[in-house]
């Protein structure tokens, strides 16, 4: 068998094993990503050829007076979930890496409990518990510290805070468990360095912690802003992007067109490819921006 | 410990030392509270009569009594059916996505034809697109398979076959794969074996504990995910339990209705304590297997 046969042979043979994954790519990936290019600038008629409609299903979504709010809410959801949810797990990190390493895993494995809890689950309980009735969970809790009874969901300033509240307990633990693994990368030399120089602990986290992982916080800190964009099920279980659409956020919208009844799925895509490409610009400014602080 | 943020000498003296026991007691105390906090009420409130729950919240743990809770959330309600349908979809989900990752990993990181640098650009490149691009087409793709009229609508392959389009279940294999050292490849391929054969002798059996977390982790993902089996899997004997959560929060008895969340809850917390170990040490990679 010449080398020329043979490799053919093994090309052929890779063709044959690499199947499964290039069908199911092809189909439920690659296909759709550029259907969905294509859906923005037609319109779907169930008869006959697609029609091309150009740009008009992107006029028609910028020209929508729901956008704007559904931009300023993602927006607000963003900043609070950043919020929130950024330093909160870096410090739960920083805290849980001092303790014996042998009852480490009891504290990461509490932190990650709540990931573990179907988010529908913990959204319905939580539902419960902004009851804005005075003996709601919540509100009984705060008239034990003298505050409220508060309307939470059913307040349209309120209902955003509450919504990134439970977004955040649900997802903290995975950053913790990430910034976890960063820090046992950290050399412990540079501790023995910082501290023969006199550094106190504070200033050994700000002036060595800190450094070592910025890759690592920089890239988490643009994830956590690229998933909060994205945010969907909290809102719409919760509060349907009530109360008076003040949580309606940029994939409610989308939903609202592709499933809400009108089935106006040009609209749906098109607004999909706006933000997504919102996020690559956004990212693309965000690397420029933080290059100098790479390594 | 040493080597860590404070030194072997600092951990010494007493103070520092009782510095942090305060700090670590603290912060224990608040992971309780925040991270078991809310589903040990949960397990107390569906052990607790209606009216109680709703008049005095936090009284919950006084009267956990009404075990018949348990019964009735599988008596009047289809829970088991519906945990079921959850069972096979996460279980479908795990096994797509195992073979999608194994097939890929071995022809990108085994075999290696010429054409592995673009298969695994094309998977690559789909980590970098959010999901929302390709949403609404892949509905329409699932409900229609190009323009074939067959639908996958209401069949677990709706739900399984997606599922296993996961870039990184296939990155996490390819990685691993590489690590396997070469002679051993060439050492069967020596001996005469073909590549379905080390495949199948040599590369599965070493790939085992990298497929077990991928199937662990699409298994959860499954369990977890809400939005695409809701769009899909629409008809009632078949939908999973989160879908159907929101509809029996309104045709049960919040009490009896808290004892469903408990059970819809309680195979994934399950999966977690037996399988901990794995799980946090790769819960980092998971944050990207779902959405």
Redesign the interface.
């Known amino acids: 068998m010449s080398v020329r046969t043979r490799r053919r042979r ?2 052929l ?3 044959a ?6 069908v ?2 092809a ?7 550029v ?3 294509l ?1 923005s600038v037609q319109r779907p008629t169930f008869v006959g050829p697609v029609e091309w409609v150009g740009w008009s299903n992107f006029a028609y979504v910028l020209a929508d007076p729901q956008l704007g709010q559904a931009v300023v809410n993602t927006l607000w959801f963003t900043a609070l979930a950043i919020v929130f949810g950024f330093p909160l797990p870096l410090a ?1 990190a ?8 042998r009852r480490r ?18 959204i ?3 539902q ?2 902004y ?1 804005p009735a005075p ?3 919540f509100n ?2 705060l008239r ?1 510290l003298g505050v409220g009874p508060l309307a939470w969901l059913n307040d349209a300033s309120l209902a955003m805070p509450s919504i990134v509240l439970q977004a955040t ?1 649900a997802a903290a ?3 913790v ?2 910034y976890l ?1 960063a820090l046992t990368a950290v050399r ?1 030399e540079l ?2 360095a910082a ?1 023969l120089d006199g550094a106190s ?1 504070w200033k ?2 700000w002036h ?2 800190l450094p070592q992982m910025r890759t690592m916080i920089l890239v988490m800190l643009l ?1 956590q802003l ?2 909060a964009a ?1 945010v ?2 909290e809102p ?2 919760m509060t349907s992007g009530g109360p008076q659409n003040a949580t309606l956020t940029i ?1 409610l919208l ?1 939903y609202r067109y ?2 809400g009844g009108s089935a106006d ?1 040009g609209a ?2 098109a607004l ?2 706006l ?2 490409v919102a ?1 690559a610009v956004l990212s693309v400014i965000y690397l420029r921006l933080t290059r100098r602080w790479q390594e | ?7 072997s ?2 951990l010494r003296r007493p103070g520092t030392r009782r510095m ?1 026991l305060l ?2 007691t603290c ?2 105390a608040s ?2 509270v ?3 906090g ?2 040990l ?2 397990f107390a409130a569906s052990l607790g009569q209606t009216d109680d729950v ?5 009284g919950v743990f006084g009267h956990m009594t009404q075990w018949q809770h348990y019964v009735e959330a599988f008596r009047g309600v289809d829970t088991a059916r519906l945990l079921g349908n959850t069972l096979a979809m996460a279980a479908g989900s795990a096994v ?1 996505t195992v ?2 990752a194994i ?2 990993g ?2 990108i990181a085994i ?6 640098p673009l ?1 695994s650009g ?2 690559l490149a ?1 980590i970098f ?14 409900i229609d ?2 323009g074939t009229g067959i639908s996958l609508q209401n069949s677990f392959w709706g739900v399984w ?2 599922a ?2 996961n ?1 990184f279940a ?1 990155l996490l294999v390819t990685g691993y794969l590489r690590s396997i050292p070469r002679e051993l490849i060439e050492a069967a391929e020596i001996d005469g074996a ?3 054969r080390i ?1 199948w002798s040599v590369v599965l059996p070493l790939a085992r504990p990298i497929l077990g977390v991928v199937a662990l982790l699409a298994a ?1 993902g499954a ?2 995910d ?2 695409w089996p809701s ?1 899909v899997l629409t008809d009632p004997k078949l939908r999973p339990i ?1 879908v159907a ?2 509809q029996l ?1 309104r045709t049960n008895d ?1 009490t009896t209705f808290f004892a469903i ?1 408990v059970v ?2 309680l195979i ?2 399950a ?2 304590l037996v399988f ?2 794995p ?2 040490a790769s ?2 990679l ?2 990207g297997m779902k ?1």
């Open positions: 093994t090309s043979t890779a063709l094993v690499a199947a499964p994954t290039i199911i790519f189909a439920f990936s690659w296909w759709p990503i259907r969905g290019a859906m739960l920083v805290v849980i890496s001092t303790v014996r390493a895993g009891l504290y990461a494995a509490l932190a990650y409990f709540p990931v573990i809890v179907p988010p529908v689950v913990a319905l309980l939580w419960f518990a009851n003996s709601g969970l009984s809790i034990a307990w633990g995975t950053s468990l990430i693994a412990p501790y023995e501290a602990v050994r986290v060595v912690t994830l690229i998933g994205q969907f099920t719409f279980l994939l989308m592709a499933f799925y749906a895509t999909g490819l933000l997504a996020l | 410990m040493s080597g860590g943020i404070l030194t000498a600092e942090l700090v670590h912060v224990l992971l309780v925040a991270g078991l809310p589903l009420w949960l709703l008049s005095d919240p936090l797509v073979v999608v097939s890929a071995y022809v075999l290696r034809p010429r054409w592995a298969l094309g998977i789909t697109l959010p999901a929302i691009v390709s949403f609404v087409p892949l509905y329409l793709t699932v398979l190009f076959l997606p296993g389009a870039a296939v073909g590549p379905l495949l959860i369990w977890k809400y939005l769009l989160s959560l929101p929060e919040l969340l819809s809850a994934p917390i999966l977690f901990q170990r799980l946090l819960a980092g998971s944050a959405d």
